[in-house]
């Protein structure tokens, strides 16, 4: 069975710091692209960061330079390195994973076949 675990998710206050954890167990996606998404109370699920077989990256313009996508491919694991949090960063964040391809990095979250529980992040201000 496919298993995507996110971990590390909690209450912090703005300008601290987070770092997310998603373990995939079942079967490795070394070879393909990871993401995080995240999604908020009445919005849509919106890429946060995404990183592809070439180690390449991208990020969204909300979070770019306080974010930091990174995977460790002996562990199955991909990262999420939050700091400079904002309130406006309170969501619930999943990781993804997208088996179709393995140097592209799919923007939208229906490209994405393998998904985690999710775990919430709050930020108080």
């Known amino acids: 069975q496919v298993q995507l675990v996110e971990s590390g998710g909690g209450l912090v206050q703005a300008g601290g710091s987070l770092r997310l954890s998603c373990a995939a167990s079942?079967?490795?996606?070394?070879?393909?692209?990871m993401g995080w998404f995240r999604q908020a109370p009445g919005k849509e699920r919106e890429l946060v960061a995404t990183?592809?077989?070439?180690?390449?990256?991208y990020y969204s313009d909300s979070v770019k330079g306080r974010f930091a996508i990174s995977r460790d491919y002996a562990k199955n694991t991909v990262y999420l390195q939050m700091t400079s949090l904002k309130p406006a960063d309170t969501a619930v964040y999943y990781c993804?994973?997208?088996?179709?391809?393995?140097?592209?990095?799919?923007?939208?979250?229906?490209?994405?076949?393998?998904w985690g529980q999710g775990t919430q992040v709050t930020v108080s201000s």
């Open positions: 993804a994973a997208d088996t179709r391809t393995t140097y592209g990095m799919p923007y939208v979250a229906a490209a994405y076949d393998y």
């Open positions: 079942g079967r490795t996606f070394s070879l393909n692209p």
């Open positions: 990183m592809n077989y070439g180690g390449n990256t």
